[in-house]
């Protein structure tokens, strides 16, 4: 069996839709999975939806992801150029090809012709069509319009009976009469090719044998296929991948600003994650295993998994692979990147560490950490009721107590470390002969300042340092003095 050559060919009109990122993924995969070539390509031929620094993003995203390309513009290859900017005269060359096979035809309408077609269609109720009006022009009119210079398109001939079929993996096979076939555009009228003509020219020359693309192309494959036909090529292996929506009704879309691989790592999703959501967006590996490295999909991603119903981009669902991620990471690991985030709300010398270890297994995305740990930096304002939990037994009465007895216990401590603060905290248990609660919650409320912290009353005391800790056990017991 011939070399698998799959391509990842994006118009840099934008930022990395997560869509585009399943697409290059799914490609990447298919030829590793048989040790074949991932080609990287630019089409870039439509000039006027160019955004710059649109490229930067997705080079950059395919090397933070390790979707490894061999070949493309930046490292070359053996069917350089990989910018179809740079391949204009190729295209050109086989559309004369197809005009020499009567597969292909100058056409010179003016645009007030074609907009009345179009108008006449209209009223008619049909769709508009152009009606091969230059195919029939004399050898010697078209030869005296390209010499005068009258500007014209190149259009491919299509039959206008029978049909056409072809074959998806993924969708199965689909047939469309000729008769709905446009003759479409092959070069435009300023010398670029159309997306579709380009398309197939480059897939062609370059070898590639599994085109992997999103569905929305799926109704243009009939019109690649008479080209493929017309030329006499091999016909590729076509894999379409199902929509991904944002619900049932609406797609994820770039307009409507849903999620870009971009904004996902600003969110504080982890890259590894989100490459493993993604491959399970519309892939399943028929076990019920979900979390795999980019190597073991490489083992076991197979084309034929892929779902053709649409699959939901389910938040709660990557919030939870991305708290998976988070916890294989080595506490240095989640350290670092966790670092950036403390610093957003802390300015003081802390042991960050240690609030490391207590954030580590209790964050899903990153961005959640700063509003977990602000309670080290100042102690929030709250109110005193939050003294009152009526499960632990709590009263304004009780939780004084416990604060006032804690807090020489806590200025004895010479050496201020989690185990000293234990043992300080369960004497008291004992000598008030209580419940655990009735002197853990207290503490922890006075220390942190808040209904829920991360980490109980002795990782917050041992963090916040002993000379905090007890100014905010002082200011607790003033709190609840006003109670009385
Ligand atoms: N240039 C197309 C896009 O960015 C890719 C289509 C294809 O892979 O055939 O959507």
């Not at 770039?254 to 969110?267: Q, V, Y």
């Not at 994650?273 to 190597?295: C, D, H, M, Q, R």
């Not at 080290?376 to 037994?393: G, V």
């Not at 806590?410 to 655990?436: A, H, R, Y």
């Amino acid at each position: 069996m011939a070399k698998i050559r799959t391509r990842f060919a994006p118009s840099p009109t934008g930022y990395m839709h997560v869509g585009n990122l399943r697409t290059a993924l799914y490609a990447y995969l298919i030829s590793k999975h048989e040790d074949g070539d991932f080609i990287f390509r630019v089409e870039d031929t439509d000039q006027e939806r160019f955004v710059e620094g649109a490229l930067d993003i997705i080079y950059n995203t395919l090397k933070i992801t390790g979707l490894k390309h061999d070949e493309g513009p930046d490292i070359g290859g053996p069917v350089e150029p990989y910018v179809q900017s740079e391949r204009t005269a190729i295209y050109l060359e086989y559309a004369k090809k197809l005009i020499d096979k009567g597969e292909a035809y100058y056409c010179f309408c003016t645009k007030e012709r074609l907009d009345a077609l179009r108008t006449d269609a209209e009223a008619k109720k049909q769709t508009p069509k152009y009606d091969k009006h230059c195919l029939h022009l004399s050898k010697e009119e078209i030869e005296e319009k390209l010499s005068s210079g009258i500007p014209y398109v190149i259009r491919q001939n299509n039959p206008t009976t029978g049909t056409t079929t072809f074959d998806d993996k993924i969708y199965g096979t689909i047939s469309v009469d000729n008769s709905e076939l446009e003759d479409m555009v092959l070069i435009k009228s300023d010398g670029f090719p159309t997306y579709n003509f380009a398309n197939v020219v480059d897939d062609h020359l370059m070898g590639i044998t599994h085109v992997v693309r999103g569905s929305e192309y799926l109704s243009s494959s009939p019109k690649y296929n008479r080209l493929y036909e017309a030329f006499g090529w091999e016909i590729p292996i076509y894999v379409h991948c199902p929509p991904i929506m944002k619900d049932a009704q609406h797609k994820l879309s770039k307009r409507n600003g849903d999620a870009s691989f971009e904004d996902l790592i600003k969110k504080g999703y982890l890259k590894d994650a989100v490459l493993n959501y993604i491959a399970l967006l519309g892939w399943n590996p028929g076990t019920e295993k979900e979390i795999f490295s980019l190597k073991e999909l490489v083992e076991v991603f197979d084309y034929r998994n892929i779902n053709k119903s649409p699959s939901i981009f389910d938040d709660v669902k990557l919030r939870w692979m991305n708290s998976e991620y988070i916890k294989m990471l080595t506490l240095d690991e989640f350290n670092k990147m966790a670092l950036p985030y403390y610093k957003e709300v802390i300015t003081k010398d802390l042991d960050f560490m240690k609030i490391s270890e207590l954030m580590q297994t209790r964050v899903e995305i990153l961005t959640q950490i700063p509003e977990l740990i602000d309670l080290f930096e100042d102690l929030p304002e709250y109110s005193i009721d939050m003294y009152l939990h009526k499960k632990m037994k709590t009263t304004f009465e009780n939780s004084l107590e416990t604060l006032e007895k804690i807090l020489p216990k806590f200025e004895n401590i010479t050496d201020w470390n989690l185990n000293n603060i234990q043992n300080s905290c369960m004497e008291l248990v004992e000598e008030l002969g209580v419940k655990n609660g009735i002197v853990l919650w207290p503490i922890r409320t006075a220390v942190s300042g808040k209904q829920s912290s991360p980490g109980g009353a002795f990782e917050i005391a041992e963090i916040l340092g002993k000379e905090e800790t007890i100014r905010r056990i002082k200011v607790g017991i003033e709190k609840l003095q006003t109670a009385k």
